[in-house]
T-cell receptor, first 116, second 112 residues
Framework: EPEVTQTPSHQVTQMGQEVILRCVPI?????FYWYRQILGQKVEFLVS????????KSEIFDDQFSVERPDGSNFTLKIRSTKLEDSAMYFC??????????????FGQGTRLTVV | GESVGLHLPTLSVQEGDNSIINCAYS??????FIWYKQESGKGPQFIID?????DKRQGQRVTVLLNKTVKHLSLQIAATQPGDSAVYFC???????????FGGGTRVLVKP
């Protein structure tokens, strides 16, 4: 069964450092997303990406964040200067479409980011 | 503003009994709703979805009910099994966008 894969599973970084979280969405999907989940809290939307551009972003997704699809398979989230409060589980997701019954978003296993 | 919330943070259920997890939403523009299951250390896993033009949808051992009048969504799990122990999130999406807004989660604990 096709799945969304994320690397690394766990990333520890020092405050102020840049991190890049990587994702390989399901191959025939067109919409890509990043969500995050701070420990013990609900899943929060960060950004959606379609046709090589951001289609929607939340207030969390400030200038420190950026996304990129550098090739035909990878989708990355970059945090330029990490802060302690960026510590969270980051989930990548993808969907075939956004209308009809193919709206279903499939999530990866997540990358646990720990900023120290 | 938009919000999706859950009534019960923890639900303990005897193995074999039915479980009902509830969710309230406030965005009347929401047209698509999903239930996700999240096991410890894993990402949300799709369970079942429903569109706003329906009030009930059934899957394997799961049923989702939607009451648009009171903006209420529920997930029923029949014959709950130990493998059903997890945190369950409802999520909603409006026709205006493609982001999912998640509720706070309900932890289901299945007692043997």
């Amino acid at each position: 069964e096709p799945e969304v894969t994320q690397t690394p599973s766990h990333q520890v970084t020092q405050m102020g450092q840049e991190v890049i979280l990587r994702c390989v969405p399901i191959s025939n999907h067109l919409y890509f997303y990043w969500y995050r989940q701070i420990l013990g809290q609900k899943v929060e939307f960060l950004v959606s990406f379609y046709n090589n551009e951001i289609s929607e972003k939340s207030e969390i997704f400030d200038d420190q964040f950026s996304v990129e699809r550098p090739d035909g398979s990878n989708f990355t989230l970059k945090i330029r200067s990490t802060k302690l409060e960026d510590s969270a589980m980051y989930f990548c997701a993808s969907s075939e479409g956004t209308g009809g019954w193919n709206t279903e978003a499939f999530f990866g296993q997540g990358t646990r980011l720990t900023v120290v | 503003g938009e919000s999706v919330g859950l009534h019960l943070p923890t639900l303990s259920v005897q193995e074999g009994d039915n479980s009902i997890i509830n969710c309230a939403y406030s965005n009347s523009a929401s047209d698509y709703f999903i239930w996700y299951k999240q096991e410890s250390g894993k990402g949300p896993q799709f369970i079942i979805d429903i569109r706003s033009n329906m009030d009930k949808r059934q899957g394997q051992r799961v049923t989702v009910l939607l009451n648009k009048t009171v903006k209420h969504l529920s997930l029923q799990i029949a014959a709950t099994q130990p493998g059903d122990s997890a945190v369950y999130f409802c999520a909603e999406k409006s026709a205006a966008g493609n982001k999912l807004t998640f509720g706070g989660g309900t932890r289901v604990l299945v007692k043997p």
